[in-house]
């Protein structure tokens, strides 16, 4: 009834609502229930669908904040009066003034949020007073809502100058000392007490929203800081994780602040915190068990384990940044450096066989952090620099004599990290080369997984060596080769594609142009000869005949062999051709190795994409199924994560299914085969666009796309067809219109449908999680579509604006590709805007995007769809002033140049 008849029709509401609550203590508490649901129906939630409705009650409320505050304060301070007075006793009657106490607050709370400060600070003061003396009273567990009240003043997001005010008020001495107060009581209590441990995570809440808020509007240090870190230091160490992690938003938050990092009271509390980061982002007290004192906090805030996870590795991250901002501080590396210098010589060297699993997790992100940070920031000295020396020689004496594979990997790790000592100290690598050799050397039949993980292992720390210290290994580069060169012969196919990868990185230690070349030319020997063959795709990889029933079957199986050997191949092209950097730009010493297969990579396009077509998906053996060429598990699980991050995530391969096994390689393959095809346009632009065949291939590139799922026409676009239409030159325009325009087209047709079908199906409360599913993968592929149409624009995440028309589609060429930039400089984006074809599907495919429901595609298309109609604008102006010259000079062509006229006026005012 308010909100159709208040005020025009009802003006007595607040003077009939003042009877009511002069009633009795019940009935006071209607006009505060009341209240609360109309400020939510109107300016919390904004349920009231008519907009001029909704805006005149606003307007409403705001008048009356003043006498709302009034009544609520004043019955407030009348229930705590009487709650303190001994003639009130009896018990009922405390209970009904509790609450119509708590439902004033509840009533505050829903205002304090959203008012402005100019209207909030004259009450201000009086507020926090009074609240503060509801933190003190546990009846009917009022001290939650009082705190809960609190927490919603303390993180308003609203004007900074305004907010400084009330953030001075929070840091004043009665708030900030009746909080702790109360934190300190309830952290007394263990996590038997529920209702304690909920109080105390709101009163974490307060101080974390507060610190947060602080940032916004730091001027100089407010009062009792030193107690708020004090707080912040004692939640951050308790054994509860929600209580860690929400304290650690607030440390990241005032490291990230230029002025709050260098006080000198935070930066006492740096020097304290990062002593305990070590033990805190252990993995431990999940709620499945009871080994820590953790555990029973978990099980009060958790449901199962994977939620656990989901707050575990925010706040390890979180540690993990405040490491690395300690890190660019002179003050805090000596005492990191010490840290580590200590584990690692009393734990991995000392007794390597009594550390746990979850402290070499802990202790090794924690290393490799420090180690990696400080030497960037160059904060280690030569002392220090000697002493990281003996333990990378300690280390290395360990992996020596131990037998233990699971200890060797990870005590490979560590010396990973120590890598930073190779850089004065060169002459280290024989000795840890010597040890890797010998690592491989003597597994030379993977019997176990393990062995399989130690050479993966091995591969994997080669490959960091050469790519990150690239100047230290320069004068042992001949030795590494011939340690490639010798282990290959005991690596399986996948490894040898590792090792391929090394090869690569390694060709960029060479000098000449020739030479590296060379070097690539015996790299690719092998793979180039494989993806030569031109087999039978469905019958090279069996999917026409049974599949294997048991692992030893596969194991067996040609074609199982096969499909390896194809992976191996194509990961070892891929490897290649991320890795290697090109002596003599704009040449690519590996592009005349890769030339001969190009033809077969692009017919290999073909063929996973005809996968999809109904005739193929009939020739598939009946015992793999036409589920052979859907989604992978992760690959799905990727996805349902973003919408439910809780969701129990699956392995790579769950089962010995040999339909999982097979649908996994058809993904992997893919995924080479996309990442490739982009990285020869973006790597070998100008031999690529200038091979005659190209316009052909590019046409497989698209073929049978219509048939194509969402999930893999995403990642088309994203690592393949984008990077292709950026990277083209002007000249070869032409050889990449057809493949465009059948893109655009496409997409267009598919977004289309797909929003139609989501518009018509029907609503539930609670919708299923296949539903969420559809609905996030259509989100998904408009947003690449989006990111494809800014490329072509020109249109970069760090510009704010839309570029000019000039600037989008007359900009002067370079050839130059920036490997920091995630898309290069566009060079067809003039030719693209003189195709009036290209043009018309690209106005229609961005104005589709704007209004789509995906907010986020929607708010990143907008300046494209700006950049399109200033251009067409032009067009249309140019074309009327050449027209009209037209019309004056030749008195022959009135009749044809009026029309012309005509239409220019009609577009220019549709515009």
């Given amino acids: 009834m308010i909100e159709h008849e208040w005020p025009q029709n009802w003006p007595e509401l607040f003077d009939q609502l003042d009877q009511l609550s002069s009633t009795s203590t019940i009935h006071a508490q209607l006009p505060f229930i009341i209240l609360q649901r109309l400020i939510e129906d109107v300016i919390t939630m904004g349920t ?25 304060l004043y019955n407030l301070w009348i229930v705590s009066m009487i709650n303190v007075n001994n003639e009130y006793k009896l018990r009922y009657f405390q209970a ?58 303390s993180s308003r997001r609203r004007a900074k100058n305004d907010e400084n005010i009330i953030v001075v008020a929070l840091f004043g001495d009665l708030p900030m000392k009746t909080i702790l107060d109360s934190a300190v009581e309830s952290a007394n209590v263990n996590a038997e007490n529920v209702e304690h441990y909920r109080y105390l995570k709101v009163i974490c809440d307060i101080l974390s929203a507060l610190g947060t808020h602080l940032c916004d509007v730091w001027q100089k240090e407010p009062p009792n800081f030193d107690m708020f870190l004090l707080a912040v230091d004692a939640f951050f160490q308790h054994p509860s994780l929600y209580l860690r992690n929400e304290s650690s938003n607030v440390l990241v938050s005032f490291m990230s602040d230029a002025k709050i990092c260098h006080n000198q009271m935070f930066s006492e509390l740096t020097s304290r915190i990062i002593i305990e980061i070590p033990k805190l982002i252990q993995k431990i007290g999940l709620p499945s068990s009871n080994d820590s004192s953790s555990c029973a906090y978990s099980q009060i805030d958790y449901d199962d384990d994977m939620q656990f996870m989901h707050d ?25 450096c010490k840290i580590v210098e200590d584990w690692i010589r009393n734990r991995c060297i000392s007794s390597p066989q009594c550390v746990s699993e979850m402290e070499w997790d802990a202790m090794q992100r924690y290393s490799r952090t420090v180690l990696s940070g400080c030497h960037e920031e160059k904060h280690i000295t030569e002392q220090q620099m000697n002493v990281f020396t003996e333990l990378f020689d300690g280390v290395l004496s360990q992996i020596s004599t131990s037998t233990d594979i699971t200890l060797i990997n990870r005590l490979l790790s560590v010396v990973s990290s120590l890598f930073i000592i190779l850089t004065t100290r060169p002459d280290r690598l024989s000795s840890f080369l010597i040890q890797v050799l010998f690592q491989i050397r003597r ?118 062999s096969n499909r390896r050997y194809l992976r191996s191949h194509l990961s070892a092209v891929e490897g290649v051709l991320t890795q290697v950097r090109s002596i003599s730009p704009p040449l690519h010493p590996a592009f005349s190795i890769i030339q001969p297969i190009l033809p077969i990579i692009f017919s290999l396009v073909e063929r996973l994409n005809s996968l999809h077509r109904p005739q193929t998906v009939n020739q598939i053996h009946h015992s793999y199924g036409p589920t052979v060429i859907e989604i992978t598990d992760s690959d799905r699980q990727q996805l349902i994560s973003a919408i439910d991050p809780l969701s129990v995530c699956s392995s790579r ?138 490329s072509i624009l020109n249109i970069s995440d760090s510009s704010s604006s839309a570029p000019s028309s000039n600037r989008s589609f007359h900009h002067s060429t370079v050839y130059i590709y920036d490997d ?40 990143r298309i907008a300046p494209v769809c700006k950049a399109l109609v200033d251009f067409i604008k032009n067009m249309v102006i140019i074309t009327f002033h050449k027209l009209y010259s037209l019309f004056i000079h030749s008195s022959s062509l009135i009749s044809v140049v009026s029309n012309h006229l005509k239409l220019c006026f009609y577009s220019f005012s549709f515009f």
Avoid at 54 to 61: M, P, Q, V, Y
Avoid at 314 to 336: G, S
Avoid at 833 to 857: H, I, N, P, Y
């Fill in 48 to 72: 009231v669908e008519n907009v001029s409705r909704r805006r005149e009650l606003n307007n409403a409320i705001s008048l009356r904040l003043s006498a709302l505050f009034q009544l609520i």
């Fill in 96 to 153: 009904d003034s509790v609450l119509l106490a708590r439902c004033a607050i509840c009533l505050l709370s829903e205002i304090v949020e959203w008012v402005s400060a100019k209207v909030l600070e004259p009450f201000l003061n009086d507020i926090l007073k009074v609240i503060c003396e509801y933190l003190k009273k546990p009846q009917l567990s009022i001290y939650e809502f009082a705190a809960r009240c609190l927490w919603r003043l």
């Fill in 312 to 336: 575990f590795i925010q706040f390890r991250d979180r540690c993990i940044r405040i490491i690395r901002y300690a890190c660019a501080d002179e003050k805090h590396a000596p005492n990191l």
């Fill in 443 to 560: 597994l030379l039949v993977d019997v176990v997984d393990d062995d399989k993980t130690m050479k993966r292992h091995c591969l994997s720390v080669l490959l960091r060596l050469i790519t990150a210290f690239s100047d230290a290994v320069k004068d042992q580069a001949e030795s590494i080769l011939e340690l490639c060169l010798s282990v290959r012969n005991s690596l399986s196919l996948m490894q040898q594609a590792t090792c391929t990868h090394l090869l690569a990185a390694l060709s960029n230690l060479c000098v000449d142009f020739n030479v590296q070349h060379n070097f690539l030319v015996s790299t690719l020997h092998d793979s180039i000869a494989a993806l030569k063959s031109d087999a039978q795709f469905l019958s090279y990889i069996g999917f026409t005949s049974q599949a294997p029933l048991t692992n030893d079957d596969a194991q067996l199986s040609l074609y199982v």
């Fill in 653 to 790: 391969i769950s089962t010995e299914d040999p339909r999982d096994h097979a649908r996994c390689f058809i993904s992997d393959i893919t995924d080479s085969i996309q990442s490739i095809t982009g990285l020869l346009a973006s790597k070998m632009a100008n031999e690529l666009f200038a091979e005659l065949s190209l316009h052909s291939w590019l046409l497989q590139l698209v073929s049978h796309i219509d048939v194509v799922p969402d999930f893999r026409i995403r990642f088309w676009i994203k690592r393949s067809w984008r990077p292709i239409s950026n990277c083209c030159p002007e000249s070869a325009y032409n050889k990449i219109r057809a493949m465009f325009i059948k893109i655009l087209s496409e997409i267009q047709t598919r977004l289309q449908a797909r929003w139609e079908q989501l518009a018509h199906v029907e609503i539930c409360e609670e919708p299923s999680l296949e539903q969420l599913y559809n609905e996030h993968m259509v989100c998904v592929l408009t947003r690449e579509c989006v990111n494809l149409l800014r």
């Fill in 820 to 859: 920091k930039k995630e898309d290069p400089i566009c060079f067809v984006t003039a030719q693209i805007g003189q195709d009036k074809e290209a043009v018309e599907m690209m106005v229609a495919l961005s104005f589709s995007c704007l209004t789509c429901r995906d907010t986020t595609s929607s708010i």
